[in-house]
């Protein structure tokens, strides 16, 4: 047993199930960056895009009027090492195209990724990309459909040592899931391993998932919504234990969510895409402190926080999603902006430093004028 | 369905000195029966709803709040019914009405707006299609009138009423919802149950939804009753709220005491289980272990094996709810502090 089987929480005596759900961190383990100063965030870049463009054709394949919808476009970001970058945006921003894209899922429509400096679109013969799937593994976000029901939930991480570990004798196999399994917190993981997924909660579940990533000995987890479809008390658990993977394996993780609280969580960088094109991104602390993009201080006024006195100013935004099909040049949040001029509705805003390693999209902002559109 | 109907709900009413009361539950429980076994998914859970008044019912996943939901709203299926208690609405008891009754009292006095608008309309019929069926069922048949009333309540929910004749998948998640709800007001309505109504939606879309069901209901009086997981969202909203632990009540109050001063352990729990976008950031820990099996529950209280305040009583007894501040808690933390609550 190693020194993480530390999660287990004492059970009680009457439960048929006493497998900790939320391991409890020691209280000396590192907080989610607690710490003010930017932690990781100058880490060496793991991975970058440079106009990462992805259109998808809509209607028929043979009608005359061919039409697209925008779903990422021109997309410049970056992943350090060591780093989690939390990427959230509303349901149709491209933040889930964004992460298959990075999971050599898509194809892009243009542009390309560069990871450990080589571009991706080079990973073409069977084994680079097995290789590469093996480096940058993927955590989907429904725990309750991403397993298979008829196998036990050892089948999946095995099958993945099996696929890309093929130095590992079954013996070593066996050791090396159970090694990942109590890394996640799943303990007695030999136990666990032989169970199947109804068997276990949403909250386990989620952990399987990344103890087959992490099987894989990964330097990059694409975490899509890892935590929307758990329960509150569980959430926590989950969110450390990805603070805990970069922490103590030095795992970078890209961290898509809806949720503004839980990327200040555990995320050192954060992205704000609106509509397929990044809005703002920057080191998460001084993007929540000083939002520049109107739609970034939306979305941090609608943000329900029992702690804070009711705020005014986003009951007026209905939230109705952006036309992102042909869209015509021009901001894509000026329907929504309060502060909209008219080189809005003309120029397409390109991303630009206003702080030092913090980018703005917004002709307003890069003005100079002071954006205080909501909250 | 064990208890009998209809008997002197009246007396019972006027004897619980609920007069200004809408709804009355009392002791509702709830029984699935499985194969494995029967699991009493909501166990004696009692509270009053004024006119006018917005109660909130938060928990988590399987802790009983939407069979609770759908036991007021006499919507349970077998293999759940209703086991024992009454809900009286209006001065009659709802538990055991035929389907027939209960029609007469659906859309026209209590409606309910599910968790999915897009499971819930009728995708192959265009929106006033399906107002004008609520409005026929309950006896009005004059077209000019439904169609004055389906354009009034679109228009009150911020809809043009030119999306009258849109069907459902041409609205967006958030307006597929706003008619939902301006389909449950159709008939003016005094009490509209909510079964996490905003779930599906984005945080900016979920917000002004929040704001617009409350602007509603101060305008029309409505009582709601609204079930969610997420405890911040009605945050801001809900006059009280409803704790839910499988299956059971553990905190009722008003919600800004409770947000202020939560007593029980489990909300404290949840309370801690929230990262906040404000304020010093600080490493949580969420609540330990997972819900209770209901087919199995724990001895004492429920909630004892993930409590971190869990002393020897609480593994044996159950507790009662206790009188803390105007806030009922069932925890023996509390048993000193105020008598038994009934």
Redesign the interface.
């Known amino acids: 047993m190693t020194e993480l089987s530390r999660g287990a929480?004492p059970?009680?005596p009457?439960?048929?199930?006493t497998l900790?759900?939320?391991?409890?961190?020691p209280a000396t383990s590192p907080?989610?960056?607690?710490a003010d100063e930017p932690t990781v965030a100058t880490g060496t870049r793991l991975l970058r895009t440079e106009g990462l463009t992805k259109h998808f054709h809509i209607g028929r394949a043979l009608s005359r009027h061919r039409h697209y919808l925008h779903a990422v476009d021109d997309l410049d970001i970056s992943i350090g090492e060591r780093q989690i970058v939390a990427v959230a945006g509303?349901?149709g921003s491209g933040k889930s195209t964004l992460a298959r894209l990075l999971a050599k899922l898509y194809k892009p429509t243009s542009g390309e990724i560069y990871f450990q400096g080589k571009p991706l679109s080079a990973v073409r013969s069977r084994r680079d990309v097995l290789r590469y799937r093996g480096e940058v593994p993927m955590v989907f976000q429904d725990p309750f459909a991403s397993f298979n029901p008829v196998f036990r939930v050892s089948h999946g991480v095995m099958r993945c040592l099996k696929l890309h570990r093929g130095e590992l004798s079954a013996g070593q196999r066996h050791e090396e899931a159970e090694r990942v399994f109590e890394a996640v917190g799943l303990t007695p993981a030999a136990d666990v391993l032989q169970r199947f997924p109804h068997e276990l909660?949403?909250?386990q579940r989620q952990r399987v998932g990344f103890a087959q990533a992490l099987a894989l000995r990964p330097k990059l987890i694409l975490a899509d919504e890892p935590v929307s479809m758990l329960?509150?008390?569980?959430?926590?658990?989950l969110?450390?234990l990805m603070a805990q993977l970069r922490d103590e394996r030095g795992v970078s993780i890209l961290y898509i969510t809806?949720?503004?609280?839980?990327a200040?969580?555990v995320a050192d960088r954060l992205i704000i895409m609106y509509a397929g094109r990044v809005a703002e991104q920057g080191p998460t602390?001084e993007v929540?402190a000083n939002p520049r993009h109107p739609y970034t201080q939306?979305?941090?006024s609608?943000?329900?926080?029992?702690?804070?006195p009711?705020g005014v100013g986003?009951?007026t935004?209905?939230?109705?999603?952006p036309r992102v099909i042909d869209p015509t040049p021009g901001c894509r949040f000026r329907w929504r902006c309060p502060l909209a001029i008219d080189e809005c509705h003309q120029v397409t805003p390109e991303l630009s430093q206003l702080a030092p390693d913090h980018d703005a999209a917004c002709h307003v902002a890069r003005s100079g004028a002071e954006v205080r559109a909501f909250g | 369905m064990s208890s009998a109907p209809g008997n002197d709900v009246a007396g019972t009413a006027a004897a619980l000195n609920t007069t200004s009361a809408v709804l009355t539950v009392r002791d509702l429980s709830v029984e699935y029966v499985m194969e494995r076994g029967t699991v009493r998914a909501v166990d004696s859970v009692s509270f009053d709803l004024d006119r006018g008044e917005f109660i909130g019912i938060v928990g988590e996943s399987g802790c009983g709040k939407s069979t609770l939901l759908f036991a007021i709203a006499q919507l349970l299926v077998p293999p759940a019914s209703i086991t024992g208690g009454s809900v009286v609405f209006k001065g009659h008891n709802m538990v055991g009405l035929t389907d027939k009754q209960l029609a007469s009292v659906r859309w026209k006095d209590l409606s309910v707006v599910m968790q999915s608008a897009m499971n819930a309309l009728n995708p192959v019929k265009s929106i006033a299609s399906q107002f004008a069926d609520a409005m026929r069922a309950h006896g009005v048949t004059d077209k000019a009138q439904i169609a004055g009333r389906s354009a009034e309540v679109l228009t009150m929910v911020g809809i043009d009423p030119i999306h009258l004749k849109s069907y459902p998948h041409q609205l967006s998640g958030g307006m597929r919802q706003r008619s939902m709800i301006a389909m449950a007001l159709l008939l003016t309505p005094d009490l509209v149950i909510m079964d996490e109504p905003t779930s599906a939606l984005d945080v900016v879309a979920q917000r002004s939804l929040m704001a617009q069901i409350k602007e509603l209901q101060d305008r029309l009086g409505f009582a709601v009753i609204f079930v969610t997981h997420d405890m911040s969202l009605v945050s801001h909203f809900s006059d009280r709220l409803i704790v839910m632990y499988a299956g059971r009540v553990d905190e009722f109050g008003p919600t800004r005491q409770v947000f202020d001063s939560p007593q029980h352990p489990y909300t404290i729990g949840l309370m801690e289980a929230f990262p906040s976008i404000r304020g010093p950031r600080v490493p949580l820990t969420g609540i330990p272990g997972s819900p209770p099996d209901l087919a199995r529950p724990p001895q004492g209280c429920r909630f004892a094996p993930r409590c971190p305040k869990v002393m020897t009583r609480c593994r044996e007894e159950s507790p009662e709810l206790y009188h803390v501040n105007g806030t009922l808690v069932r925890c023996f933390l509390h048993a000193g502090d105020g008598a038994a609550h009934d």
């Open positions: 929480t059970g009680p009457n439960r048929k199930a900790p759900e939320a391991p409890l961190p907080s989610p960056s607690t509303e349901s909660s949403g909250g329960d509150v008390s569980i959430r926590i658990g969110l450390n809806h949720d503004i609280a839980s200040r969580y602390e929540l939306l979305l941090l609608a943000v329900p926080d029992p702690r804070a009711l986003a009951e935004d209905r939230g109705e999603p």
